[in-house]
């Protein structure tokens, strides 16, 4: 795991919370983005936040904070390009992107998404929906860094469907499952009310 960094993308619009950070939203007592820091700090050895506008409202949790490099916000690939950029200059071959709005994300998911990245060191999580189809989970995955000027290259392109561009270089494929979704997110205010039932179930 020496070599792998985390970032945590945090750069979407909340459009359906009214806005705002969702990351800044609490669930059991702390913000969404606690529960995510503390899963991911002891699987990488450096972390870094994707957002974008003013940086200064992360700068209490002291970690560098990336921009989307490309306008538009082209959606979730473009932080994950931000997250390989600022990995590569730091010297990671990799890095593991989690979303800032999921609370619940397994603690071995860096061991897991190396144990069955694909051919070119991609690889997603995935987990089983209600009727156990599994379903891929695009915004946490292990990215090597050497595939960061493919990827600019397809955003560049038009490209916005995370799996698209997976699939094209044969990523991987980690399976998660757990007593509640390990990867549910919290999009809606109804659902930081589900999120305080599960953190119940899991305490």
């Known amino acids: 795991m020496t070599e792998i960094a985390g970032v945590i993308l945090a750069g979407g619009r909340a459009t359906r919370m009214g ?5 800044l939203r609490q669930v059991a007592g702390r913000r969404l983005i606690d529960h995510v820091i503390d899963r991911l700090a002891p699987q990488v050895r450096a972390m870094a936040i994707n957002a974008n506008g003013d940086p200064a409202r992360w700068a209490e949790f002291g ?6 490099g490309l306008p538009d916000y082209p959606g979730p690939l473009a932080g994950v390009l931000a997250g390989m950029d600022w990995a590569a200059g730091k010297g990671f071959a990799a890095v593991v ?10 603690r071995d998911l860096v061991a897991g998404l190396v144990a069955s990245a694909g051919p070119s060191g991609l690889c997603l999580a995935a987990s ?7 379903q891929r989970q695009p915004t946490f995955g292990l990215w090597p860094v050497a595939l960061r000027h493919d990827l600019r290259a397809a955003l560049v392109g038009g490209l916005r469907k995370v799996v698209l561009w997976t699939d094209r270089h044969g990523a991987g494929q980690a399976v998660f ?17 589900r999120a305080e039932t599960i953190a119940e179930q899991l305490a």
């Open 19 to 23: 806005g705002g950070d969702k990351g």
């Open 63 to 68: 970690l560098p904070v990336l921009a989307d």
């Open 97 to 106: 992107s989690v979303a800032a709005d999921t609370p619940f994300f397994p």
């Open 128 to 134: 089983p929906d209600e009727t156990g189809r599994l």
């Open 177 to 193: 499952a757990g007593v509640a979704d390990p990867f549910f997110n919290v999009n809606t205010p109804e659902d930081l009310a």
